[in-house]
């Protein structure tokens, strides 16, 4: 059984169970050949890509999915790696681009292979992280990196301020922060806010943030 819902500010066909990422790869890559649904996206990534350039290491995409961002940013000159828990994303991640090295993994960065890191990335996966085990993860990050490194997270957000919301994303179970919790949880692991953006499409039922910080 399946209906219309409006995800990322289009229409998606989805299931009325959420079978997850692995059950929606297919589906997923279909209706987001694109990296970003909204300008914008585009230039927050612009922007963390200059600020992650000439950096030592490799920039991590954390929840890459379809590895679209991680090719943008590897166009951009970074030296880019995808981690995602999926393994039907990966399918099509691989697929699309057999150039650069996806790895199965999580948040927790825990199947990371060792080096130096350059920037960390993550667009619309902290949300499908339990919000205590997002604030273990950004603090095993801090631990991970140096000094200047940036982090640039994306996420549907909440209107009031408060604890994080669950909400009924179509494919998984999720979470969706006010922009200012968020960046108090970047803060208590280390990492100081640069920059943030909250957009609002019309066709779409959340805010969306980004916010840039760099590890202090
Ligand atoms: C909405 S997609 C976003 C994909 C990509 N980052 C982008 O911007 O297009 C969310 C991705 O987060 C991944 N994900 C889910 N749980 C995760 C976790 N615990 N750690 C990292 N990624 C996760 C999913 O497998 C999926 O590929």
């Known amino acids: 059984m399946t209906e219309i ?21 297919d589906l997923y890559a279909e209706t987001f050949p694109d990296p970003y ?3 914008i996206e585009r230039h927050a990534a612009a922007a963390f890509a200059d600020a992650a350039a000439g950096r030592p290491g490799r920039t ?3 929840g890459c999915g379809l590895g679209h961002v991680a090719a943008d940013l590897a166009e951009r ?11 039907g994303m990966l399918v099509h991640a691989r697929r699309l681009h057999p150039e650069l090295p996806f790895v199965d993994g999580d948040a927790s960065l825990a199947s990371l292979p060792d080096g ?3 920037a960390i990335l993550a667009r619309f996966s902290l949300i499908h992280v339990a919000p205590a085990q ?7 990050w801090a631990g991970r990196v140096d000094a200047g490194t940036p ?5 549907q957000a909440a209107d009031e301020p408060g604890p994080p919301l669950a909400f ?4 998984a179970p999720a979470w969706r922060w006010h922009p200012d919790t968020f960046a108090q949880a970047l803060a208590d692991a280390g990492f100081a806010e640069s920059w943030r953006i909250v957009h609002r499409d019309k066709d779409y039922r959340f805010p969306m943030a980004q916010i840039l910080t760099h590890r202090r």
């Open 5 to 25: 819902q409006p995800g990322f500010g289009r229409a998606i066909l989805v299931a009325m169970t959420q079978p997850g990422y692995d059950a929606m790869a």
């Open 37 to 39: 649904q909204y300008p």
């Open 60 to 62: 991590v995409d954390v």
């Open 77 to 87: 000159g970074l030296d880019v790696i995808g981690v995602d828990p999926s393994a």
């Open 116 to 118: 130096p890191i350059a």
């Open 134 to 140: 997002v604030r273990a993860a950004l603090c095993t």
């Open 151 to 155: 982090v640039l997270v994306a996420f």
């Open 168 to 171: 009924d994303h179509v494919v």
